[in-house]
């Protein structure tokens, strides 16, 4: 391949997340900083196109997801084609991802799509194994891609940081969750720990921000069960009467959720398993200490930089908490490691080694 079509490459960028509820989840802000950071290289083309039929002319497409359970992926494409598999968690874990005949029939379909695909980004080595282990594809067709922060995830100045801080009545010390709330974020053990903590002396003032607009929502009489572990979380606030500790903002801007991330005392990571973990490297890239599940892609995430927990165990904890809250030097440790910590993980070098794979698969018939 010769110099000018390296100078010219042309990438049809798949934008459906951006157009459903997974815009303001983790596959919505892949897509937007993909692209955002796509369109500063001027060596690259960027189409954006959400049906196929709309792409005339590419010398990739790239499929920033991949849906288990829906026919997203055509079969048949003109275009050597790029996806993005973030993780394979309802294959993990089936009985809690229940799907029906339509569901098995669509990953069917979806598993022989995949099977044409030329190259297949993912965002840890955890995840990698598991798409070899449950996708059956070959290890060599697949490149781990680390995730990054948007660069807005940073130390933030007193002064904005006090604005936000009044805005939203926002106490010393606090302990801040982002994300969503279906079962394997395991928010009703956070709960329960949050619950033991404020009821010990000396935690009495401490309060739980849980971002997301999801945290918002009647969900008491909507049968669905995605929406179970919610519930659950609902009951077990409602039975300790915890409302008044917990804080539920909805979903902020991305200046306002920065501000929360330099704020809080402690960012906490509870869930069963992750294939990346992106909001501990947005805490850690505000400097604030992380304690964190040692589940999945969460050891990878974090490093040496974050205190893990055995998440099926309470009392150890809530004991990490405990240790984390009282102590300002760990706090600060936790801070400085934070920091050295993100420096590996770019969308600087995200760019360059998604590039690099576009290449690659140019060059490979």
């Not at 939203?168 to 279906?182: E, K, S």
Request: glycine share 6%; charged share 25%.
């Amino acid at each position: 391949m010769g110099d000018k079509k390296e100078k010219e490459l042309k990438i049809a960028i798949n934008i459906h997340p951006l157009k459903t509820g997974h815009k303001d989840r983790g596959t919505g802000l892949y897509t937007i900083n993909l692209l955002e950071n796509l369109k500063k290289d001027n060596s690259l083309i960027i189409q954006e196109f959400a049906n196929l039929s709309e792409v005339e002319d590419a010398d990739v497409i790239h499929f920033p997801w991949f849906d288990f359970f829906f026919h997203t992926l055509p079969i048949k494409r003109k275009f050597k084609t790029i996806v993005t598999i973030h993780d394979t968690i309802p294959l993990v874990f089936p009985n809690y991802y229940p799907v029906g005949l339509r569901g098995q029939f669509n990953f069917f379909l979806q598993k022989l799509a995949l099977n044409t695909c030329k190259s297949i980004i993912t965002d840890s080595r955890v995840s990698k194994d598991d798409i070899v282990e449950y996708l059956k594809i070959e290890k060599e067709k697949i490149s781990t891609v680390y995730l990054a922060a948007n660069e807005n995830f940073k130390p933030q100045s007193d002064t904005k940081l006090l604005h936000i801080k009044r805005k939203y009545h926002l106490p010393d010390r606090f302990l801040l969750y982002v994300g969503d709330a279906n079962w394997v974020k395991n928010l009703p053990f956070l709960i329960e720990g949050f619950n033991n903590l404020i009821k010990t002396p000396n935690f009495s003032d401490v309060k739980l921000a849980l971002i997301g607009g999801v945290f918002l929502k009647k969900v008491e009489n909507i049968d669905h069960p995605e929406l179970e572990s919610l519930k659950k979380v609902n009951e077990l606030i409602k039975k300790n009467n915890l409302d008044k500790y917990i804080l539920r903002p909805g979903g902020l801007d991305l200046n306002e959720l920065v501000c929360f991330y330099n704020l809080a005392t402690l960012y906490v990571q509870p869930s069963l398993y992750e294939g990346f973990g992106l909001p501990v490297i947005e805490a850690l890239s505000c400097g604030t200490p992380v304690a964190s599940s040692n589940k999945g892609s969460l050891l990878e995430t974090g490093g040496n930089a974050v205190i893990y927990f055995d998440p099926s165990n309470l009392n150890q904890f809530i004991s990490i908490l405990k240790e984390v809250l009282q102590d300002k030097s760990l706090q600060d440790k936790l801070s400085k490691l934070g920091l050295k910590r993100v420096k590996d993980f770019s969308w600087e070098k995200a760019l360059k080694e998604t590039k690099d794979i576009y290449l690659k698969t140019l060059r490979n018939d």
